[in-house]
T-cell receptor
Framework: LAKTTQPISMDSYEGQEVNITCSHN???????ITWYQQFPSQGPRFIIQ???TKVTNEVASLFIPADRKSSTLSLPRVSLSDTAVYYC??????????????FGTGTLLAVQP | GAVVSQHPSWVICKSGTSVKIECRSL??????MFWYRQFPKQSLMLMAT?????????EQGVEKDKFLINHASLTLSTLTVTSAHPEDSSFYIC????????????FGPGTRLTVL
């Protein structure tokens, strides 16, 4: 299973754009890249998922270079409520088969006023 | 998105007793569910993969006789912590896998177990 590496923590201020980069050098051809957000004492919440290039939804963008060995989660104009731990995961076999996800350390994003 | 529930949301028990935690996929069928454990200020640790109609697959270091998993239907998986001890106190989280183009996992809200 691909191992992911992310910064342990990041600080930001309200209204700023935050970019969290994750390294996954051993990503497999069939692996998706998925980002989750977790607040204390809650289950992780899906943010965004991609396979290659760029994906955008209503809350974030995900940038994936051609070699797919890293990915960057971009959160536009963060607010205090975005303070949470963000996990980057690789896995989930393309085509429908199941695959377990292994969580890395995650990145604790602290947004200050 | 799909919803996964867990019951109970928290439980306190005496040492030596067994505790059952339920994980349900409310609006979709899940042939595969996963169980995680999370200690304070740590990441989620995968414990086992629960497959409907077959035996669970446990991760290395997880005692299958202590953490009993049953996945009797396409919407329900249960985790039973047998003979619980204080060191089993943790936050237990399940997820249900929705196969498709995105292959997304939906997580439950978690169950806080405290063993006295």
């Amino acid at each position: 299973l691909a191992k992911t590496t992310q910064p342990i923590s990041m600080d930001s201020y309200e209204g700023q754009e935050v970019n969290i980069t994750c390294s996954h050098n051993n990503i497999a051809t069939n692996d998706y890249i998925t980002w989750y957000q977790q607040f204390p004492s809650q289950g992780p919440r899906f943010i965004i998922q991609g396979y290659k290039t760029k994906v955008t939804n209503e809350v974030a963008s995900l940038f994936i270079p051609a070699d797919r060995k890293s990915s960057t989660l971009s959160l536009p104009r963060v607010s205090l409520s975005d303070t949470a731990v963000y996990y980057c995961l690789v896995g989930g076999v393309r085509g429908g088969a199941t695959n377990k996800l292994i969580f890395g350390t995650g990145t604790l994003l602290a947004v200050q006023p | 998105g799909a919803v996964v529930s867990q019951h109970p949301s928290w439980v306190i028990c005496k040492s030596g007793t067994s505790v059952k935690i339920e994980c349900r996929s409310l609006d979709f069928q899940a042939t595969t569910m996963f169980w995680y454990r999370q200690f304070p200020k740590q990441s989620l640790m995968l414990m086992a993969t629960s497959n409907e109609g077959s035996k669970a697959t446990y991760e290395q270091g997880v005692e299958k006789d202590k953490f009993l998993i049953n996945h009797a239907s396409l919407t329900l998986s249960t985790l039973t912590v047998t003979s619980a001890h204080p060191e089993d106190s943790s936050f237990y989280i399940c997820s249900a896998f929705l196969a498709g183009v995105g292959n997304e996992q939906f997580f439950g809200p978690g169950t806080r177990l405290t063993v006295l």
